[in-house]
């Protein structure tokens, strides 16, 4: 008999017939005479209840039937007389793959800490919140994927290992094959990478975008979808030292084309969510209400299905960095000094600031654009007024910047000079500057952090509990 | 206006309409009345014949349109006089974005040689031939997510920077913040990696197998699909320091079922190609003849898209190692002595070995099963015979092993003898023993090299020029 997965079984089209499950008891309750086995196979945060009777089993097998143990049952699929499901297995035959004795199991069918949960990351997979995470996450990728492929773009592999440490978005891994003790050393004194493996000193990246705008300026339009990596030394909610990027990269986009592509971007994959992941999406719902229930209702967060449907509903407000400058000087919490950072044109907002503007003032999604350049990379165009760039950063209520990104800079001679101003070496990105020599054009793009925007999504507090293996200051286990 | 992608115009729905282009120029030629360009946009390997007449633009704005120049073109689509192609436009405005000085840029319309392309990477992205590879290199990325998602395969992100260095799979990148010169020492002499990122030494991924085992033995089926790393010194037309990796794995599924997958796998993204590549496959179709047509008949490849037809078109054969080796040592290069390499039982297969099967005996692809345990690595499930595991190897003409894979063993004290046996430590994998300690399941699951698959799909002789930016030994540029 062909398994069937229990997502499919749970449809009830099979009701009245013979059908063979297979899965992982997430618990078991009876008495004298049946058993109750909630079994999942990972295919849907709904378990199955199978009805096992204890006579015809007997003792000696349903006592290792025990949470997380493992199960092939075959049984008659019916309408349940229960609450809470709508059909249920009647077994007539079960087989345990593998036991987990209930002594040493260590998730077992309570209220666990996400703290020991992530210490247990391995096996988190097999709780119902973690599950729900790990299937939203998959979803979005996918509606990522699909999203860019509707529209024509390239998915680009820019690479992991670079040579190149120009952009200076952050502190880098060094990645080298040299003995860490007594490497080889030149006669100066320093160290020797023309021995190592690539004949230079490589990190790990921190962004696809310069090789992403090698291949926008080819091939149209390009994304990245990839790790990224900062060697800074936060141990925050909201950083990780490995993440994923997805980072869109277009030719003949101006800044205008770059916000209507993200705000399109983000609300199809929003949609996606509510389209594809409604279960899931109530399970976390439930359980972020439950996690503040003790909190005051003025601290709570929105439901989690109707701020992704505020997202959905409303156009993202577009406001310049000037604007909101303005709106915040002449803002109650900045007149009353509730921020706990000072505003004047040409501070970087802070999260206080952007929340300020999204949740109280605008309450809706906000873009905000032309930033001092002081405070963004070389690579951002130049506006005409001297002082900012067309840079874009899209903010998210409770999350703040979701997005960041912006037109780029395609005249030769302005990126020069600015790179010059920045310190930065020009001639060692000869490859990046030939796209201004050689048949430049106006481009766009903007970068998503993969792990931020499923926070968002799932309604999950903690960056390391949307990863599957979290990598963190003093942390690289499993 | 709003601008067309070149590709929608090509498909002639515009005809007698005013469009808005944008692109570069890839050729220009023409009279003393009319010049002809040739714009692509990297939408599609085709590009549109723009019309230009000489008087109306003036020879001072037509001079800079050189290959590479970037335009923006405004015109009437109209059907074409001339073959070799259906539409054209006829110009009635030109904007030049960006000039290409053809005294200076790299890559004039002439024949360059592989190697001159991939030192200028960052542009050949502007060649007809690395642009179809990178598009059908999209495809077959998505068609990857799309296969398994239509599935209910969960997309997984295992981690890249791993402390974990048991599997043994090859040389690694070491990854660290320490200082390259005078590191912190213990008292005992060695780097004190207790002062390192992460606490303790780490590596990059050489797979993300142990750790998508983790998440098949809860969500059922899984798939990875990202970087890996081997530090290994080959200089090869087959080898990558950084390559990108699919590894699905799947509970519940034993040897037969991870067959069936693959096979299943295979086909899908082959037939996808055909179905929405042809344009670019045919061009590097007819690439390979040009580049081939001087060799002797018997050393041609079979011809790109009848090869991709003949995977699609057959069964794959299904023989255990041990029928493979009888084969081999009743074969006519066995006994005329040809093959370079012995051929026993016990023996590691190689190319030759591989080809001789696939190309010569059976003449289709093959999946050969149940390996010598002791060429085989330490997770697969030993087969009852005590001496073979239940591996599984697919083997493709011209490329050999394309897909490694086996059942897993689910049996703790069956893995735990094994591992002892051949000295991996699984103490420091206890994550790892865990999924055999509570509620084990057989499964199974394999590995697909994504460039070695691409170069299969585009006929391209090295696998430097299917991955936008190779790293290989003494080579991180760009």
């Not at 199960?71 to 007389?81: F, M, N, P």
């Not at 790990?134 to 996918?142: E, K, S, T």
């Not at 040299?178 to 230079?200: H, Q, W």
Request: hydrophobic residues 40%.
């Amino acid at each position: 008999m062909k398994r069937l997965k229990i997502k499919e079984v749970l449809a009830g089209g099979q009701v009245g017939q013979q059908v063979l499950v297979k899965g992982w008891v997430r618990t078991k309750r009876g008495s004298k005479n049946v058993n109750f086995i909630a079994l999942n196979d990972g295919s849907t945060i709904n378990n199955l209840q199978v009805v096992a009777d204890v006579e015809k089993f007997g003792e000696s097998l349903l006592k290792d039937i025990n949470t997380s143990a493992s199960l092939a049952i075959t049984g008659e699929l019916v309408e349940s007389q229960g609450s809470g499901q709508a059909v249920e297995l009647n077994a007539t035959e079960i087989k345990i793959y593998g036991k987990a004795d209930p002594e040493k199991y260590p998730i077992q069918p309570k209220k666990h800490s996400l703290e020991f949960l992530r210490e247990n990351a391995h096996l988190r997979f097999r709780t119902a919140t973690f599950s729900a995470v790990f299937r939203i996450r998959h979803a979005m990728a996918f509606a990522i994927h699909n999203y860019f492929n509707s529209k024509g773009f390239v998915y680009l592999h820019t690479p992991i290992i670079t040579g190149s440490d120009a952009e200076g978005a952050g502190q880098m891994f060094r990645v080298s094959t040299l003995p860490a003790v007594n490497p080889p050393m030149t006669e100066e004194g320093e160290i020797n990478y023309a021995e190592d493996f690539f004949g230079r000193p490589t990190n790990l990246t921190v962004s696809g975008q310069l090789e992403g705008e090698l291949g926008a300026t080819a091939l149209g339009e390009i994304y990245t979808f990839g790790p990224t990596f900062r060697a800074e030394n936060s141990n925050t909610t909201r950083h990780l030292a490995e993440f994923w990027m997805i980072e869109p990269e277009m030719a003949f986009y101006e800044l205008a084309d770059n916000m209507d592509l993200a705000e399109e971007f983000l609300k199809y994959l929003i949609k996606y969510a509510l389209d594809n992941c409604m279960d899931d999406l109530k399970f976390l719902s439930n359980r972020l209400q439950e996690e503040e229930k003790n909190k005051p209702a003025d601290q709570r967060s929105m439901e989690l299905i109707e701020k992704l449907q505020f997202v959905l509903a409303n156009d993202f407000v577009r406001c310049t960095y000037t604007e909101a400058i303005d709106i915040l000087l002449n803002s109650k919490p900045y007149k009353k000094n509730k921020f706990q950072f000072p505003v004047e044109w040409g501070i970087d907002l802070q999260s206080e600031h952007e929340r300020y503007l999204v949740e109280k003032h605008f309450q809706k999604p906000v873009i905000l654009i032309n930033y001092p350049k002081d405070i963004k990379a070389f690579y951002m165009k130049q506006n005409d007024d001297g002082k900012t760039v067309a840079a874009m950063d899209v903010l998210f209520p409770q999350i703040g910047e979701i997005i960041g990104g912006s037109e780029r800079e395609s005249d030769y001679d302005k990126l020069m000079t600015r790179m010059t101003e920045m310190g930065i070496p020009a001639e060692e990105m000869w490859w990046y500057m030939d796209t201004r020599r050689y048949g430049t054009v106006p481009h766009a793009g903007f970068g998503l952090g993969f792990e931020r925007f499923i926070l968002f999504v799932t309604g999950m507090g903690n960056i390391r509990d949307v990863i599957a293996f979290p990598r963190t200051p003093k942390n690289a286990e499993f």
